[in-house]
Structures are given as C-alpha cells and as structure tokens.
C-alpha cells in the first residue's frame, strides 16, 4: 500500500544550522506530497507541498523538491531557529483521494 | 476564523465504557476528517465528511467507533465498549470545498482529544 518513510529523531541542531529531513515515498499511482508541522500545544499544520515531479514547495525558509526518480521529498533549510522546534511529518495524497497518509513525524530540537 | 474546535481536550475512561469526542470545523469548511494518532505514529486517516455524507472509512474503524455529522457543520465520533487499545490522541480536520490540486491535502488540524482507557 500507500506509505511515508521519515528519518528518526530527534534530529538535535544549534540555531543557524543547516536542516535535512530525509521523507522517501511508496505509492500506486502519483501523488501530491506534503510536509505538516506540530508545534508544542498546537494542531497540525500545512507547511508546504508540492503537487508534481520536479515541483519545489517552499514557505518559511523552508524547502522541498518532489523526487520522482528517487521517490523524495526531503525538508531543507538553510538557518534554523529556536522557533522551528517542532514535529515535522511528511505527507502523500493520490489524486481524486481524500486519504493523507503520514509518516511517523521528525521531532526537531533546536537549541540557542 | 477560530479554527477547528474539539472538546474534550482530554478523556479518561475504563475499559468497556462509551466516549463520545465532539469536533467543530471552520465554518465554512464542507469537508471533515477524523484521524487517530499514536505516540510516535503519524496520524491515520479514519474517515472522511462532504457536508453531512459519510464518504470514505478506513479499515480501523471497526463496528464499535461511529462518526456522524447530522446538519453538515459539527461531528462527534463516538467509541462504544472502549478498549486498551482505543488509547489514543483522536484528531479532527476541515477543509474547503475541494478546487483540484491547489486545495488537494490541504487540512486545517484541531489540537485532538487525547482520550487515556484504563
């Protein structure tokens, strides 16, 4: 079936790092690709997405390029802050389907 | 915008009780979701609202866990003869009717309900 393999963490940086969170993907047909976000307290939130082979979702500093050729969709960015720590989880929808299937999440600690 | 609403934050039961979770989307939104989610699990999609139409239900919703959303605004899900394994953060989303692509996967979260079965 349809599913998201996420590193595991917690992926432990100093502010102003550089962030790679690695997402790999299996899926039946070709899905749009996401990455959500859990702050401490708060619901899920839509970071960014990216609906086709070789699109670039982008928001807050942060990037991803859909991977067709390796099946990827990896979270970058470039300078982390302490406001970034949260739970990151990586997401695919098919086309036409009302099913997100999520990975196990990223927690990322970011310290001063 | 208040965003989506649920209540109970939190629920303790005994195992073998009935728990009843109430979910208030974005008022405009037409679609409604309930996932559950594990410590350490991504959330796992358990059904899917259009207005008040009950469209889509996962394999984990088995006969004792019922969704409803009578006037297409509001919906519980309800868990009848709570189990161990029922413990869980239960998590509730809306979305605005659907526009292809541009509003595909595009969810807006509640902070769950954490229900605890002792």
């Known amino acids: 079936g349809d599913s998201v393999t996420q590193m595991e963490g917690p992926v432990t940086l100093s502010e102003e790092a550089f962030l790679t969170i690695n997402c790999t993907y299996t899926a039946t047909g070709y899905p749009s690709l996401f990455w959500y976000v859990q702050y401490p307290g708060e619901g899920l939130q839509l970071l960014l997405k990216a609906t086709k082979a070789d699109d670039k979702g982008s928001n ?21 802050q302490v406001s970034d720590s949260a739970v ?9 389907f009302q099913k997100l299937v999520f990975g196990t999440g990223t927690r990322l600690l970011v310290s001063p | 915008d208040t ?10 039961t ?9 979910c208030d989307p974005i008022s405009e939104h037409n679609r409604l979701y309930w996932y559950r989610q594990t410590l350490g699990q991504g959330p796992e999609f358990l059904t899917y609202f259009q207005n008040e139409a009950q469209l889509e239900k996962s394999r984990l919703l088995s006969d ?27 998590l509730c989303a809306s979305a605005p009717v659907g526009r292809g692509a541009s509003t595909e996967g595009k969810l807006f979260f509640g902070s769950g309900t954490q229900l605890s079965v002792l």
Do not use: W
């Open chain 1, 88 to 96: 990151y989880f990586c997401a695919l929808i098919l086309s036409g």
């Open chain 2, 3 to 12: 965003g989506v609403s649920q209540d109970p934050r939190h629920k303790i």
């Open chain 2, 64 to 90: 004792r866990f019922s969704a409803e959303r009578p006037k297409g605004s509001f919906s519980t899900l309800e868990i009848q003869r709570t189990e161990q394994g029922d413990s869980a953060m239960y």
């Open chain 1, 60 to 80: 807050k500093g942060f990037e991803a390029t859909y991977r067709k050729e390796t099946t990827s969709f990896h979270l970058e960015k470039g300078s982390v």
């Open chain 2, 14 to 22: 005994k195992r073998g009780q009935n728990v009843t979770f109430r």
